[in-house]
């Protein structure tokens, strides 16, 4: 099972001395297009006043541009700890065990539009590039990712089931097909239904979560559902591919 999450745009800080190695990364056959998107990054940094443009910064963000700037050298720690925010919280990775940590390495991969998809245990800087921006010269960033990603997805997976929780941006950017989504609906007192966008993050989160730490190893939708609904969410299958998680 590969379960796919988002990033975010925050991250947290520090990490251990070691510099980014390309190389080391898991999905080498994208370690060219990493590279080449992390030279546009660094480079657009030298320039903040365009780098708060197209990253779509305020002027009190400058610590972010610094973050590019210095993406070859900085510290890195595990992707599953440098991504932080409203999933991230309610995956809360700090309270795995050493067995349940390995679980999550093994089954979780995080989207990014810098390194396309990385593992959990992968080490990466802190950074800041988001699915739809578009650095200066270059096509959009799905332009970019779509001739590579997609297969560099399907060969990760290796014919287990996946589970795509990235949001559409970043579906975007690679697809895999016959992945298993899943979309976060209030239902209201009159039976009525809408997208959640407030609490979507945060119930993706609690389904990575039941998905790293079930001894189960689903293989269908069905399978899903139940670890899903033995965890606490209550979930309907809309089709083969997709989960609904209801709230309210």
Same mark, same amino acid.
């Given at each position: ?31 060219a !297009? ?6 546009e990054?660094?480079? #657009?940094?030298a ?22 700037a210095?993406?070859r ?13 409203? #999933? ?18 093994a ?5 990014s ?12 800087p ?8 578009? #650095?200066?010269g270059l ?12 297969d ?9 089931? !996946?589970?795509d ?8 950017l ?21 997208v !959640?966008s407030?609490?979507n993050?945060?119930?993706k ?11 189960a190893?689903p293989t ?29």
């Amino acid at each position: 099972m590969l379960v796919l999450l988002p990033p975010s745009e925050t991250k947290s800080d520090g990490g251990t001395e070691v510099p980014l190695e390309l190389e080391a990364l898991a999905m080498p056959q994208l370690t060219a !297009v990493r590279d080449r998107l992390i030279d546009e990054v660094v480079k #657009l940094a030298a320039d903040p006043a365009a780098a708060r443009a197209v990253l779509g910064l305020g002027k009190g963000a400058d610590s972010e541009i610094a973050r590019n700037a210095s993406l070859r050298t900085s510290a890195t720690r595990p992707a599953l700890e440098r991504y932080t925010g409203v #999933l991230y919280d309610a995956l809360d990775a700090r309270s795995f065990t050493k067995v349940q940590r390995a679980k999550a390495y093994a089954r979780l991969g995080i989207g990014s539009a810098l390194f396309g998809a990385v593992r959990a245990d992968d080490h990466i800087p802190a950074y800041r590039l988001s699915g739809g921006a578009k #650095l200066p010269g270059l096509p959009t960033l799905s332009a970019i990712w779509r001739d590579v990603l997609p297969d560099a997805l399907v060969a990760e997976a290796a014919d287990e089931l !996946v589970i795509d929780l990235r949001s559409g941006t970043y579906q975007q950017l690679g697809r895999i097909p016959g992945a298993i989504t899943a979309n976060v609906l209030t239902e209201h007192p009159d039976g009525s239904r809408t997208v !959640v966008s407030h609490f979507n993050k945060h119930h993706k989160g609690l389904l990575a979560r039941a998905l790293v730490l079930t001894r189960a190893d689903p293989t269908d939708i069905r399978a899903v559902a139940r670890i899903a609904t033995k965890s606490g969410l209550r979930t309907e299958i809309a089709s083969p591919t997709e989960l609904l998680i209801i709230t309210g």
